[in-house]
């Protein structure tokens, strides 16, 4: 063995390592076209398959965070636009069209949802109805994940350019940190925005997200891994200890609060200093209550941080869209999508609610001192 050319040697464990891989790609294939009953995912790589969406990593300007926002997408279910945003493609600033950016994360990104079952596009069907289409144009710029500090990148780097005459704000849950605690929203190292700059290494990383996201799309092997760690994504949150992340986020010496105050003061500055007349709503994020008791004591700090906010800004307003879901819960009314093991996410008809509450209150706001 020992005079086995070396040559041989290595030419031999490359065709090995394809073979494996081969077969490996081969089940990835057979396992994901039954999983989603469509033979299609056979060539995958080699034609065009409708996938849910994928988020892409921005790097902020100046030194700001990175932020995230999805793949264009033709999909009729979940379209996403040229800038990434779900929804309709955005033509510029259109005459006597009052702007609307809705920002959050998956709860108004709508996650688990049709696009037309999210509260944004709920809310452009109702205000077509009731002012006629093209008084209003609701741009759904909420992605999965997102918190505070990530949303104000993207405000300060796209949101902006796009001249909104109003800006509803719903963002709590991503915000909750708690030593000993991983949630659901997307971690980036770089946190800082005091950074001057641009970060170390971004070219870098770039070039390894880029690489990332062709072998996902080429290699249906990778898309099974990542659709995998999903997975497990999912049911550490379906087995959430809420109790004890509840109380983690009350103790005294938790410091979410004031960085969830100070991130406020900086989005709600941000815009103001942009557009005097503009009017921000902050809305009260739906959390199941009736199910997940424990998580009343963090949510009401967080409006209670909120309210003190509208008081303070002249164009900031606080608006209880929870009250009102929660009362359709009791009256058995199905608005949670999972409602024993989700406390967050809403279904169609949850969303609907804030989808009123916004419709009768939004011509209000407009007329009020601007």
């Not at 979940?78 to 309709?88: A, E």
């Not at 009768?360 to 706001?365: H, I, N």
């Amino acid at each position: 063995m020992n005079n086995f050319p070396r040559y041989k040697t290595t030419l031999f464990s490359i065709v090995a390592v394809g073979i494996v891989f081969f077969c490996l790609e081969a089940t990835a294939r057979v396992v994901l076209s039954f999983k989603n009953n469509s033979f299609a995912y056979s060539l995958y790589g080699f034609r065009d398959i409708k996938q849910k969406q994928l988020l892409r990593r921005f790097e902020g300007k100046n030194g700001e965070i990175a932020y995230y926002k999805g793949t264009p997408s033709g999909d009729k279910t979940n379209p996403v636009n040229s800038l990434g945003f779900r929804g309709p493609e955005i033509y510029g600033k259109k005459p006597r069209t009052t702007r609307i950016v809705c920002l959050g994360g998956s709860t108004t990104y709508g996650t688990g949802l049709d696009y037309q079952d999210t509260y944004p596009a709920i809310l452009q069907e109702k205000l077509d109805k009731n002012f006629g289409i093209g008084s209003f144009e609701v741009i759904n710029a909420g992605e999965p994940g997102l918190n505070l500090p990530q949303i104000i990148s993207l405000a300060k780097n796209e949101i902006l350019l796009l001249e909104p005459d109003i800006i509803i704000l719903m963002n709590i849950n991503n915000n909750f940190t708690s030593p000993g605690f991983w949630f659901v929203d997307i971690k980036d190292p770089q946190h800082s925005e005091q950074k001057t700059g641009k970060p170390p290494n971004s070219s870098i990383i770039n070039q390894l997200n880029k690489l990332q996201q062709f072998i996902v799309r080429h290699f249906a092997l990778a898309l099974l891994i990542q659709e995998t760690i999903s997975s497990g994504v999912y049911k550490y949150f379906m087995n959430f200890d809420w109790s004890a992340f509840s109380a983690a986020l009350m103790a005294p010496d938790n410091i979410w609060q004031a960085e969830f105050s100070d991130n406020l003061n900086k989005i709600i500055k941000l815009f103001l200093d942009h557009n005097a007349h503009i009017k921000i709503i902050l809305l009260a994020e739906a959390v199941n209550t009736v199910k997940f008791p424990e998580m009343e004591a963090p949510f009401n700090k967080a409006n209670e941080i909120m309210k003190e906010k509208s008081k303070f800004y002249k164009g900031a307003y606080w608006l209880d869209t929870h009250s009102a879901i929660i009362d359709a819960a009791r009256r058995g009314e199905k608005v949670w999508q999972t409602p024993s093991a989700d406390p967050l996410h809403l279904k169609k008809e949850g969303n609907e609610i804030i989808a009123d509450e916004l419709a009768v209150y939004l011509p209000a706001y407009l007329n009020d001192g601007s």
